[in-house]
């Protein structure tokens, strides 16, 4: 019953710190996406994250849009929370090789996560609100813009049917399951860990 509710306890704490990851890749996907800094959706996630992330932006700075300190603190925090599992759990250190592989499959699943739901969502919206002003659904459609625009370019909407989300969402499923799949096994360590 005890051991139960400890690996209850662990598996809540590793959603949790996978949620945390989940808004610090999103913040990063808003500058790497240039999204409306002064979106109130945009100011809740920059607050959420700012306290973890703006001690190491004074080390580590932006290269163009590529948030690098946001990048460090959602693979160290990943690093440390599956290490602390393994040693709450009692099974040791886990291997290096293996942890670092894990907390770069967990950002690159993190921010393969958003654009899925990001694309779910701006499909949605399409079809009841196409012309919606809501700060989230401005928010929704600047973040998936830089992944659809190069895709819409090589295939055109066939009038009112716009085919690039389906080879957005073939293209992500790829490379999670290539990808972060292959760096998830590389580890070796459980994948409820390493993804969500």
Known sequence: MGSNLGSAGLMLVNTLVNIYLFVLMLRFLLQFSQADYYNPMSQGIVKATQPVVAPVQKILRPVGRIDIA?????????????????????????????????????????????????????????????????????LVMQIVEPIMAPVRRVIPPLGMIDLSPIVVFIAINLLDSVVVGSLARAAGLPGALVGF
């Open 70 to 138: 946001t990048l460090f603190v959602g693979f160290l925090l990943k690093v440390i929370v599956i290490t602390a599992i393994f040693q709450i759990a009692g099974f040791g250190m886990p291997p290096l090789q293996g942890l670092l592989l894990a907390g770069i499959a967990g950002v690159l699943n993190a921010i393969l996560k958003i654009y899925f739901f990001a694309l779910i969502i701006m499909i949605i919206l399409s079809w009841v609100a196409p012309r919606a002003s809501h700060p989230g659904a401005l």
